[in-house]
């Protein structure tokens, strides 16, 4: 069953395109996370969903019914705020009942959906306390439970982590997605972290200048770009792009390093659309290789080593390129040392670079099928 269905949905402000013929299916029950750098429509669109921002074209339909003219306060929508949107003036208790006591539903519904909801976000010991006494990762699950009282047909989330500290980023990521898992609910998440949408979302919606780029599961994404933007957007480090030349010989097709004579494998399935036009190839800072010396591929001009524990990093430059390779170990190398590095054919992608798309055919877009 598909919950929401976003048909050729646009935004203007003016002469301003805010969003541009917006198509998505998100089914009953998903977890999906809209990203896309600052300004590039994700909170629009959520705003959109909820109600908040008018609909300039296009239509909205929530679970079958369309929804552009139908106020916020009936569509049965809940919606947890950056800011955390709480009442200084009520203690944890009464923030969270608020929705149902304004409803009217009695003073003991209040209280046993107040209790269920604080002993699912571990505030139960909390109940009595004011916002002022709470810390940032205890008020917003504060403003979790008080959606979660309405019992609504779709959860909403604008950023809802970026006011809180690494450590508790994490956390928060954790009770999210436990929560998600045990309610079985349909989750819209906007967050400008690719990481948080990695690790949490069944399927990823990236957005760039107002368009959709491309929608699929996280590793889809990851593995299957459709273009150079999302190839860099999503993953932390972000893929290289190094220019060059393809090469076509007897045993194969190779890359060319730019300012470099030394070339790199490529898949024995390298598109022929690689050979008519200029290409970039995008490499994950995990997939470099190192060699011994003399073995095969290029050399990697260390410029920056920074050791993390468990993985090194190591900024360089391979002929006129600049990249970034993770090795998940410990090297004992200095700036200035050049490091032998391979790639596995397999591993590198192939992008127009007049156009920025993939040259590997069209990647799954992993949209819910129409109810």
Request: net charge positive; aromatic share 6%; glycine share 10%.
């Given at each position: 069953m ?25 089914a ?18 959520l705003r959109?969903?909820?109600g ?5 074209a ?7 019914v369309?929804?552009?003219g ?9 919606m ?36 269920r909801a ?15 006494q ?19 047909a ?16 994490v ?32 399927r990823?919606?990236?957005l760039?200048n107002?368009?959709?780029?491309q ?6 994404l ?6 150079r933007?999302v ?10 792009f190094?220019?060059?030349t ?19 494998r490529?898949?024995?399935d390298?598109?022929?659309a ?6 970039e190839?995008?490499i ?6 190192i ?7 290029a ?6 080593v920074?050791?993390?524990g ?17 090795a ?33 055919g ?10």
């Amino acid at each position: 069953m598909t919950d929401v269905s976003i048909r050729a949905l646009s935004k203007s402000f003016g002469r301003q395109a805010i969003l541009k013929h917006i198509d998505l299916d998100i089914a009953s029950g998903e977890f999906v996370a809209l990203v896309g750098p600052s300004g590039c429509g994700k909170s629009t669109l959520l705003r959109m969903l909820a109600g908040l921002e008018t609909i300039s074209a296009g239509d909205l339909l929530i679970q079958g019914v369309r929804a552009n003219g139908i106020p916020p306060q009936q569509r049965n929508i809940a919606m947890v705020f950056q800011s955390y949107a709480l009442f200084p003036h009520l203690d944890v208790a009464r923030n969270i009942g608020f929705g149902p006591a304004i409803r009217g539903d009695s003073a003991a519904v209040v209280k046993e959906k107040v209790h269920r909801a604080a002993g699912m976000l571990n505030l139960s010991a909390l109940l009595e306390r004011y916002p002022r006494q709470l810390s940032g990762g205890q008020r917003q699950r504060v403003a979790m439970g008080r959606s979660l009282v309405r019992e609504p047909a779709l959860f909403l989330f604008d950023e809802p982590l970026s006011n809180l500290d690494a450590q508790l980023r994490v956390q928060m990521r954790t009770e999210i997605k436990a929560m998600h898992q045990r309610l079985g609910c349909t989750i819209v998440y906007v967050t400008h972290d690719q990481i948080e949408a990695m690790t949490m979302a069944d399927r990823i919606v990236v957005l760039h200048n107002g368009e959709l780029q491309q929608v699929g599961k996280p590793l889809e994404l990851y593995d299957r770009p459709a273009n150079r933007f999302v190839a860099s957007f999503i993953g932390s480090p972000c893929m290289n792009f190094l220019k060059g030349t393809v090469l076509r010989a007897d045993d194969g097709a190779w890359f060319q390093i730019a300012g470099s004579g030394e070339r790199l494998r490529l898949p024995d399935d390298c598109p022929a659309a690689a050979a008519a036009g200029a290409v970039e190839i995008g490499i994950r800072p995990e997939h470099f290789r190192i060699e011994g010396a003399g073995g095969p591929g290029a050399r990697l001009q260390a410029d920056v080593v920074e050791p993390t524990g468990p993985e090194t990093w190591v900024y360089g430059r391979l002929g006129d390129n600049t990249v970034r390779l993770v090795a998940r170990t410990r090297l004992a190398i200095r700036p200035g040392d050049a490091l032998p590095v391979s790639v596995a054919p397999a591993d590198i992608r192939l992008f127009d670079a007049a156009t920025g798309m993939s040259l590997h055919g069209p990647a799954p877009r992993g949209l819910a099928p129409r109810p």
